[in-house]
């Protein structure tokens, strides 16, 4: 039996793609893929082990020893600028399949997911193409002197392991990069999400990128395909999106045969909001930061702080918007918020709306799964959810949800928001409000992130540093970055 994405009865099945072909795992395994929009099953979904992690990495290393690693840069970039042209030509196939398995609405997918799919593959594309290496010409004792230039050349096999909340975006922004810098990559993308990276499969060998050179493998973290893929001898470096704790655990195994890996992990952003903000533009930020993707988003807002003499108004107003995002089925006109991924992760969710509740904090805003109607009512559905009055050292402050919620205090001074913002073990982005350019400048400079946004959210120039900084993640992808992770120098040194 062979398929990829194929639409069955209704349902979408998802194989493992290896070296160009449609594979459904030797011991049979699967796992159900369900709608978090109403838990109806979506598909089936073959669970690669061993044997087909065995297989991914032998047909990347064909890939590297064959046509793959023997084209010049220039082939590879049209290649890549035709699977971004192909996934745009695709475009309604992968919105479906990322609204199915996420349950967001059409309107975010359409507009961020899929355009940005696509995106990343042209961009690195053009990076590769427009950065040179370095060269030094020396003298030498005979006086005939030598020159050294560094000739950038791939890492190998790329393990590519992916989170849920943003499945195809996150995954191509290391794809693209990967394979722009002619490695081959195994992607695992995560269980909860299965239907674009194998989708990408079907786009990839359509226009011609060979055997090997892009493999899924579908499965779970330990004792799965994530597990068996990132211990792979064959692996030579891992770049991962996802927890902090899972990073840990990639760490270790990676640590076996001394490869590299690029991080990037959860967070506990906070916003700061000063009084002489855009007071508009400010809520219309934080809201976004706080609710958007049904705050399934990395580099969203968690913690709000807000100037004191605007902080009641603030208060209001972020009451109101919270209040104004109606959930609904994903392609429904109106609908302002998806449900969360999973049951698993609304119970999740929801223990941290439980011990707000305990810990005294006063509920603005939800604080509870909302009420739906018909089938519905079997989906992960959750209150957009605002508490005041908790102290810093409360979990719900601590602790990354993962959800459209958000604990809000008042601060006096900018020493203090600075110092609250910093005051966590992460450090992946902060959002600033302030029409203070000097103090936007000097408090830009001093919170402990990877990314500061000042009057602004997830605005991103895809030439641009990406990645946390404490707990948050280790190493920068985005433009010439990416090249560190994906490539190495080689120089060369000749005698003249
Ligand atoms: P997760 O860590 O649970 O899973 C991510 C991936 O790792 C999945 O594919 C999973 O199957 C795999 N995995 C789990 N255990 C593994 C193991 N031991 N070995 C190998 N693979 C393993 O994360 P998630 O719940 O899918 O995503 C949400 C998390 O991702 C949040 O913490 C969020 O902050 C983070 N995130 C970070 C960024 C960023 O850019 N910093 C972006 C998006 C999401």
Not at 111 to 116: F, G, N, Q, V, Y
Not at 227 to 253: C, D, Q, W
Not at 319 to 342: N, W, Y
Not at 418 to 429: F, S
Request: hydrophobic share 40%.
């Amino acid at each position: 039996m062979s398929h990829s994405v194929t639409q069955i009865n209704g349902t979408w099945d998802c194989a493992n793609f290896i070296g160009n072909e449609f594979v459904v795992a030797q011991s049979g395994k699967t796992f159900e893929n369900r709608s978090p929009v109403d838990h109806r099953l979506i598909g089936q979904v073959s669970e690669a082990g061993q044997p087909e992690v065995e297989a991914a990495v032998r047909a990347a290393r064909a890939a590297l020893e064959g046509p793959w690693g023997k084209l010049d840069i220039a082939k590879r970039s049209e290649l890549l600028y035709a699977v971004g042209d192909e996934i745009n030509r695709r475009f309604d196939d992968f919105l479906q399949a990322e609204v199915a398995d996420t349950g967001k609405p059409v309107s975010l997918a359409s507009h961020l997911d899929i355009p940005r799919g696509a995106a990343n593959f042209r961009i690195f594309a053009d990076v590769v193409k427009n950065v040179p290496s370095e060269f030094f010409s020396m003298s030498t004792p005979d006086g005939a002197g030598a020159i050294n230039y560094a000739l950038r050349v791939p890492k190998g096999v790329i393990a590519v392991i992916c989170p849920w909340n943003l499945p195809l975006l996150l995954m191509t922004w290391k794809v693209g990069p990967a394979l722009a810098c002619g490695n081959a990559v195994i992607v695992k993308p995560s269980e909860e999400t299965p239907s674009t990276a194998t989708l990408l499969g079907e786009v990839m060998k359509k226009v011609g990128v060979p055997a090997g050179v892009y493999n899924v493998v579908h499965g779970f973290g330990p004792g799965s395909a994530g597990e068996y893929l990132t211990r792979h001898p064959g692996v030579n470096a891992i770049t991962f999106t996802g927890e902090t704790a899972t990073g840990s655990a990639i760490m270790k195994a990676a640590a076996e045969g001394v490869r590299g890996v690029s991080f990037e992990l959860g967070g506990k952003n906070a916003g700061v909001v000063f009084a002489d903000c855009d007071f508009q533009a400010a809520i219309e930020g934080i809201g976004r930061a706080v609710f958007a993707n049904c705050g399934q988003v990395c580099l969203g807002t968690e913690r709000v702080y807000v100037e004191r003499p605007i902080f009641d108004r603030f208060v209001t107003a972020l009451k109101a918007k919270a209040e104004s995002l109606k959930p609904g089925r994903p392609e429904a006109t109106g609908t302002g918020i998806g449900p969360l991924i999973s049951r698993e992760h609304q119970r999740k969710v929801l223990s941290y709306y439980q011990k707000a509740k305990d810990e005294g904090a006063h509920v603005v805003a939800g604080g509870g799964v909302p009420s739906m109607p018909g089938e519905l009512a079997d989906g992960a559905w959750i209150e957009p959810t605002i508490w005041t009055g908790l102290p810093e050292t409360s979990a719900v402050i601590r602790e990354e949800i993962f959800g459209p919620c958000c604990h809000i205090a008042p601060f006096d001074t900018e020493e203090e928001a600075v110092r609250l913002a910093n005051d966590t073990a992460y450090g992946l982005a902060t959002t600033v409000w302030t029409t203070n350019l000097t103090r936007a400048h000097r408090v830009a400079a001093r919170i402990e992130v990877g990314i500061c946004w000042i009057n602004s959210w997830f605005l991103r120039d895809l030439r641009t540093p990406f990645g946390g900084s404490k707990q948050s993640g280790i190493g920068r992808e985005g433009g010439v970055h990416s090249l560190e992770f994906y490539t190495e120098l080689r120089n060369v040194c000749i005698k003249l």
